[in-house]
């Protein structure tokens, strides 16, 4: 029996321990807050703490044959390194392959130097030393609403700002540039794209990059696409593991990419990327760009593949290590929403702390299928916290299925919490179709 330790605690590793346990792996989680999914998932062999804190995080993993890390976070300040160190193999990248998140800069440098198609113009401004005429400069090179800014680091998806969008003018754009530098965080000016985002997320052996049904998120907080960024609303895929407006050329591309960014980050820092990468694409009328990379799975991306992943994602993350991934991996044809159920106030002000019931038994006869995100389970009682606190998946032949199969799972679930009813409906399908037709017809 392959005995494997899983660090974290949202619906994505949520996702990640059940593929682990139906894989047949006998799984113990290092969790920052009990996950009451994950902890039935592992009979109970669990230990709560910091996700940073790796000498508790080693000593319990001693006897594991590997590890799975679910989040960024801890990937950023080495936990692939100290698990190594420790003689636990670990699928998810050292600190020095977890750059591809860590810093936007990185990527878009290294994409640059290593002539990897895709990238977007950019420049980097150091919280240290800049010039706010610079970065004046910087926005006027991109038109008032064609630049986006970005902290360099880890901002959990929320401190992105788009001009036109979220920044009304050059003035505003200076205010969130200049606040978010003397915050203590470099930051990037970068051309906005416009298109149609896809999310692409991959096994990585250190060489082959091996894909899964592509994804489409759901970042604003509320239904039509309005409201401020957050982690993730909701998400959906098609049974042929494409979108309406992403085809197989495409995709080839987006592996292409990837295949060299992995090679490129080999080059770099001498260390062999192994883990899961995630590749945020857009389609727009010049070709695919890259959004940005992140160095695990997505959340709630997870929730739209694993589930539906036929190939064993024990083998897979044995291959993984051996670096012996290849050919492809077999998925249902099936279509996927999910639907993630968050605190009343969220992203902005979160109702925390407050008491969520799970009627299981509708859940199983609607056919939903659920995974506990940012909850906390106590005196047998689940609490949210500041997060998103519960992800409904509906799976299905069309998409129309699994949307209702989603929705209806909603029901089931009471607390202080609200969800984008839009997510996965064929009216918002309509408008991305139709504002990609419209984008290449002015091709
Ligand atoms: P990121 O954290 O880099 O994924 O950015 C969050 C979101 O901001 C992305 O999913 C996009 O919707 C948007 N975004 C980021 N960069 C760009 C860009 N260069 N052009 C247009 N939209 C962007
Ligand atoms: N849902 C976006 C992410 O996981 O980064």
Redesign the pocket.
Known sequence: MVKVILVGNGAREHAIAEALVRGGAILRAFMAARNPGITKLCNNNIKIGKLDNFEALASFAEGCDFAVVGPEAPLVVVCADALQSAGIPCVGPTIQCAQLEGS?DFTRRLLDKYNISSN?PHTKFSKRDYDRNAILSAMETYGAEGY?L?PDGL?G?K??R?AGEHLKSYLEGLQYATASLDSGDDLVV?????GE?FTLQTFVDGTHVVGTPLVQDH?RAFEGDQGP?TGGMGSYSMPDGLMPFVNQADVDQAILVMEKTVRAVKQETTETYKGFLYG?F?KTPKGIRL??YNVRFGDPEAMNVLPIMESNFVEVCQKILDGTLGGQLRFQKKATVTKYLVPTGYPDNPAANALIEVNTDTLQKVGAKYYFASVDERDDKIYTSKSRAIGILGIADTLEQAEQVAEHGTACIQGNLYHRRDVGTKNLLQKRIDHMNRLMSKK
Do not use: A, F, W
């Open positions: 936007k977007v986006v970005k901002t998806g401190g992105v788009i970068e051309e906005r794209c416009e985002e970042k960024n945020q857009m959004i940005e």
